[in-house]
């Protein structure tokens, strides 16, 4: 068969790896700058582009989508022309993909800073961005796709697997998250209220970490851990028990992140007993992995790239045990809301995500510049530098964790909380220094890497074309006589792509529909009434500050936790919010009862300065609060979009609400009058005083009007 | 709360055109081996004359 001449294109390979050198020192950056502001609140600077509610979520979308994101597309770029034998199917759709993604996540910095967020976590970008990624992700997929329908290699190796069902799967993530009403430009509200919303939204989140974050790095893991090491992967049966097994195990255990929530009890348990699942086929990747080396040991002490890889594995192999255990819900009481999560995802994001890249940027860089490595000494040093601040990372917060845990769960004998909240912060100040200090070292070991990688591509010339030839794909396929039934699969891609969706697809609808549909979940209480406008208001700055980043608005029906902040909470109380605002760590007290709790001028003084009202506290001061005017000509639309979405507001209540909400914020701005506070009624800070005030009240109201029916 | 059921019915429908093209690919029925895939990656086959830029 004559032979066809094609060449394999470098640059989107290199463009996308500068990018996400780039980006994960910029996202790393952002992480040790609020990793010292929870020691050292004055590092907020009383600027609100710069304090921690809205830089905590550009740190994660930076490092998640951008870091990994680029990582992904580096080694996808990279790998499947040469896996498949055939340049990518279109340049001009890979420049596309490219040059869209790194506008994406300019808008997204640039809008997370500026307060515009839907407030849900690691999805929290406005409807337009969520629009752009949704069209330059199906560019990407389209180029994918294409490329392998042109293929001259018939078989799909395992890498490609797991690099089509991370598309799939991250492409109905996305859609199904995203739902969501727009208001105006650059704000909406989430479709789903409440319980729900949480649910779409811990699917999502789960699945962002294992289709995102896991199945495309094993992708990654399969190709360059062969190829650095210089022998094939220890099993290749296993790789394919570990891609299907893996897939279909995922999708059911979001849930886990819900534990002791007002999420039903079955949809609990189901997610705990598919985490637990989810162990084997974890191992088994990990251990292929690290097998793929037996017999090679020596090169590990010799080669940089290898010592991250082999670091990278173990740290997935120890992330995905963490998982399973912590989904365990005695486990999960100890860990929910605490420094224990925190911990977990970084020893996958800087051990697992952080060490697979740099082992292939070790490996990737010489090759497309057609030279050696620069220094293998630095290359060394950075990779004791990098696990050395993983560990500083990691060990005090667990230790964090488990101490502020038993000092927020002790009874005094006589049966009183012994410590208070604020004990407990600053018993996790040195802790959070010694984290900072750990992420910094971390990030000092990137900074190493730059420079030999820069020294590396300096000493080489850039490759831009690698010619090779092959056959082209035979239309008459002869099946040889014994062969594996999965290499059936491999060999079709679309039905790949099909067949994961229904895997995928299946799990999903089961956890989600009865909960959609069965409306006993949720009971209604009907003393839970819709907000306000002014506390509808109240609540978007709530969301746009991120106060969510650190404040959790769930109490779960512990003892101690009854004690410190109120009565549990039940489904029925958040069926108008949209978005649900549980949040997911307690750097602060839960503020699912706040309302009613302290006076109006308490929560003006401590709005302004924190320490003032609980003296030792950490959370930033928020003075532009009460510079700003709020922008009541959006009540109108606001009102009008959450009477669509199902909140029951007369109809043309919007004509009015702007009285009504001017009404409430004059009898707020009276009330802290008469407790000698000078604040005009429009400023933004009523309209926050207004929502905190509300929260959780209702259903005291509940109580009152069951106890007048008997 | 009836956009997921849409949703559903959507995925199914899309689902079972695609398992109309499963079926027939099973009668279309081919093979391979596994153990030259992972083996092929590690051979480079890209010619000596490289274009440098």
Same mark, same amino acid.
């Given at each position: 068969?004559?032979?066809?001449?094609?060449?394999?294109?470098?640059?989107?390979?290199?463009?996308?790896?500068?990018?996400?050198?780039?980006?994960?020192?910029?996202?790393?950056?952002?992480?040790?700058?609020?990793?010292?502001?929870?020691?050292?609140?004055?590092?907020?600077?009383?600027?609100?582009?710069?304090?921690?509610?809205?830089?905590?979520?550009?740190?994660?979308?930076?490092?998640?989508?951008?870091?990994?994101?680029?990582?992904?597309?580096?080694?996808?770029?990279?790998?499947?022309?040469?896996?498949?034998?055939?340049?990518?199917?279109?340049?001009?759709?890979?420049?596309?993909?490219?040059?869209?993604?790194?506008?994406?996540?300019?808008?997204?910095?640039?809008?997370?800073?500026?307060?515009?967020?839907?407030?849900?976590?690691?999805?929290?970008?406005?409807?337009?961005?969520?629009?752009?990624?949704?069209?330059?992700?199906?560019?990407?997929?389209?180029?994918?796709?294409?490329?392998?329908?042109?293929?001259?290699?018939?078989?799909?190796?395992?890498?490609?697997?797991?690099?089509?069902?991370?598309?799939?799967?991250?492409?109905?993530?996305?859609?199904?998250?995203?739902?969501?009403?727009?208001?105006?430009?650059?704000?909406?509200?989430?479709?789903?209220?409440?319980?729900?919303?949480?649910?779409?939204?811990?699917?999502?989140?789960?699945?962002?970490?294992?289709?995102?974050?896991?199945?495309?790095?094993?992708?990654?893991?399969?190709?360059?851990?062969?190829?650095?090491?210089?022998?094939?992967?220890?099993?290749?049966?296993?790789?394919?028990?570990?891609?299907?097994?893996?897939?279909?195990?995922?999708?059911?255990?979001?849930?886990?992140?819900?534990?002791?929530?007002?999420?039903?009890?079955?949809?609990?348990?189901?997610?705990?007993?598919?985490?637990?699942?989810?162990?084997?086929?974890?191992?088994?990747?990990?251990?292929?992995?690290?097998?793929?080396?037996?017999?090679?040991?020596?090169?590990?002490?010799?080669?940089?790239?290898?010592?991250?890889?082999?670091?990278?594995?173990?740290?997935?192999?120890?992330?995905?045990?963490?998982?399973?255990?912590?989904?365990?819900?005695?486990?999960?009481?100890?860990?929910?809301?605490?420094?224990?999560?925190?911990?977990?995802?970084?020893?996958?994001?800087?051990?697992?995500?952080?060490?697979?890249?740099?082992?292939?940027?070790?490996?990737?860089?010489?090759?497309?510049?057609?030279?050696?490595?620069?220094?293998?000494?630095?290359?060394?040093?950075?990779?004791?530098?990098?696990?050395?601040?993983?560990?500083?990372?990691?060990?005090?917060?667990?230790?964090?964790?488990?101490?502020?845990?038993?000092?927020?769960?002790?009874?005094?004998?006589?049966?009183?909380?012994?410590?208070?909240?604020?004990?407990?912060?600053?018993?996790?100040?040195?802790?959070?220094?010694?984290?900072?200090?750990?992420?910094?070292?971390?990030?000092?070991?990137?900074?190493?890497?730059?420079?030999?990688?820069?020294?590396?591509?300096?000493?080489?010339?850039?490759?831009?074309?690698?010619?090779?030839?092959?056959?082209?794909?035979?239309?008459?396929?002869?099946?040889?006589?014994?062969?594996?039934?999965?290499?059936?699969?491999?060999?079709?891609?679309?039905?790949?792509?099909?067949?994961?969706?229904?895997?995928?697809?299946?799990?999903?609808?089961?956890?989600?529909?009865?909960?959609?549909?069965?409306?006993?979940?949720?009971?209604?209480?009907?003393?839970?009434?819709?907000?306000?406008?002014?506390?509808?208001?109240?609540?978007?700055?709530?969301?746009?500050?991120?106060?969510?980043?650190?404040?959790?608005?769930?109490?779960?029906?512990?003892?101690?936790?009854?004690?410190?902040?109120?009565?549990?909470?039940?489904?029925?109380?958040?069926?108008?919010?949209?978005?649900?605002?549980?949040?997911?760590?307690?750097?602060?007290?839960?503020?699912?009862?706040?309302?009613?709790?302290?006076?109006?001028?308490?929560?003006?003084?401590?709005?302004?300065?924190?320490?003032?009202?609980?003296?030792?506290?950490?959370?930033?001061?928020?003075?532009?609060?009460?510079?700003?005017?709020?922008?009541?000509?959006?009540?109108?639309?606001?009102?009008?979009?959450?009477?669509?979405?199902?909140?029951?507001?007369?109809?043309?209540?919007?004509?009015?609400?702007?009285?009504?909400?001017?009404?409430?914020?004059?009898?707020?701005?009276?009330?802290?009058?008469?407790?000698?506070?000078?604040?005009?009624?429009?400023?933004?800070?009523?309209?926050?005083?207004?929502?905190?005030?509300?929260?959780?009240?209702?259903?005291?109201?509940?109580?009152?009007?069951?106890?007048?029916?008997? | 709360?009836?956009?997921?059921? *849409?949703? $559903?019915?959507?995925?199914?429908?899309?689902? &079972?055109? !695609? *398992?109309? $093209?499963?079926?027939?690919?099973?009668?279309? &029925?081919? !093979?391979?081996?596994?153990?030259?895939?992972?083996?092929?990656?590690?051979?480079?086959?890209?010619?000596?004359?490289?274009?440098?830029?």
């Amino acid at each position: 068969m004559e032979l066809q001449k094609f060449y394999y294109d470098n640059k989107i390979p290199k463009f996308f790896a500068v990018a996400c050198i780039f980006w994960g020192a910029v996202g790393m950056l952002v992480g040790v700058l609020i990793a010292f502001q929870l020691a050292f609140p004055v590092l907020n600077f009383g600027i609100e582009y710069t304090t921690f509610g809205r830089l905590r979520p550009i740190h994660t979308n930076a490092v998640i989508f951008a870091f990994v994101g680029n990582g992904i597309f580096t080694a996808v770029y990279y790998s499947i022309p040469r896996l498949l034998k055939t340049p990518m199917w279109s340049n001009a759709l890979s420049k596309i993909h490219f040059w869209g993604w790194q506008l994406i996540i300019v808008a997204a910095a640039l809008s997370l800073a500026m307060g515009f967020t839907t407030g849900k976590e690691y999805a929290e970008l406005e409807w337009p961005i969520d629009i752009a990624i949704t069209l330059i992700w199906v560019v990407f997929g389209v180029n994918m796709f294409g490329t392998i329908l042109t293929r001259r290699e018939r078989h799909l190796y395992v890498a490609i697997w797991f690099f089509i069902a991370s598309w799939v799967t991250v492409a109905m993530l996305h859609i199904v998250n995203s739902f969501e009403f727009p208001v105006s430009f650059m704000k909406s509200y989430s479709w789903y209220a409440g319980v729900q919303d949480a649910l779409v939204q811990w699917w999502y989140g789960h699945n962002a970490v294992a289709f995102f974050l896991t199945t495309p790095y094993l992708g990654l893991m399969y190709y360059f851990l062969p190829k650095a090491a210089g022998r094939p992967v220890y099993s290749y049966k296993l790789s394919i028990v570990h891609f299907w097994s893996l897939i279909f195990l995922y999708i059911w255990a979001g849930p886990h992140h819900l534990l002791y929530t007002a999420l039903p009890d079955w949809a609990q348990s189901l997610g705990t007993a598919f985490s637990i699942m989810l162990l084997l086929p974890s191992w088994g990747g990990m251990l292929n992995g690290l097998f793929t080396l037996r017999g090679a040991w020596d090169k590990v002490r010799e080669d940089p790239v290898l010592k991250f890889f082999v670091v990278a594995v173990t740290a997935y192999g120890m992330s995905t045990f963490e998982g399973p255990l912590l989904s365990l819900k005695n486990v999960n009481a100890i860990s929910h809301y605490s420094d224990w999560t925190v911990a977990h995802v970084h020893i996958g994001a800087l051990g697992w995500n952080g060490f697979l890249t740099f082992g292939m940027m070790y490996w990737l860089i010489p090759k497309l510049f057609d030279t050696k490595l620069y220094s293998k000494k630095l290359a060394a040093t950075h990779f004791w530098i990098g696990t050395l601040g993983i560990i500083l990372y990691a060990i005090p917060m667990y230790w964090a964790a488990f101490r502020t845990y038993f000092m927020l769960s002790a009874f005094t004998p006589e049966g009183q909380l012994q410590y208070q909240f604020i004990d407990a912060v600053q018993t996790a100040i040195p802790f959070y220094v010694l984290r900072a200090i750990g992420g910094t070292i971390y990030l000092g070991g990137v900074f190493v890497m730059v420079y030999n990688l820069v020294k590396t591509a300096k000493q080489g010339t850039f490759l831009a074309r690698e010619y090779a030839e092959a056959a082209p794909l035979n239309k008459q396929y002869v099946a040889p006589a014994k062969a594996h039934w999965h290499s059936y699969f491999e060999r079709k891609p679309m039905l790949l792509l099909v067949l994961s969706l229904i895997v995928v697809g299946i799990g999903g609808l089961v956890e989600m529909v009865p909960t959609f549909l069965i409306k006993s979940n949720v009971p209604t209480l009907s003393s839970v009434k819709p907000y306000t406008p002014l506390e509808l208001q109240g609540r978007d700055i709530y969301i746009a500050e991120g106060c969510y980043n650190c404040h959790s608005q769930m109490i779960r029906p512990f003892r101690y936790e009854v004690a410190r902040y109120g009565d549990y909470s039940k489904a029925g109380e958040f069926v108008y919010d949209h978005p649900f605002q549980w949040g997911s760590k307690r750097t602060g007290p839960d503020l699912a009862r706040i309302g009613g709790k302290y006076p109006n001028s308490w929560h003006f003084n401590h709005m302004l300065e924190p320490g003032s009202m609980a003296p030792g506290s950490i959370m930033p001061s928020y003075p532009w609060l009460f510079e700003k005017e709020l922008d009541i000509n959006s009540t109108n639309s606001k009102i009008h979009a959450m009477r669509n979405m199902g909140v029951p507001y007369p109809e043309g209540y919007e004509a009015i609400a702007k009285v009504d909400l001017k009404k409430q914020a004059e009898e707020i701005a009276a009330n802290l009058k008469s407790e000698k506070i000078d604040i005009k009624s429009d400023k933004q800070i009523i309209a926050l005083i207004a929502y905190l005030q509300r929260v959780g009240k209702d259903i005291k109201m509940e109580k009152k009007l069951t106890n007048q029916q008997h | 709360m009836s956009i997921i059921i *849409l949703i $559903a019915a959507v995925s199914i429908l899309i689902a &079972g055109g !695609f *398992l109309v $093209a499963f079926l027939w690919g099973v009668k279309d &029925g081919q !093979f391979d081996d596994d153990f030259a895939p992972p083996n092929r990656i590690l051979f480079d086959d890209t010619i000596k004359t490289k274009i440098k830029k």
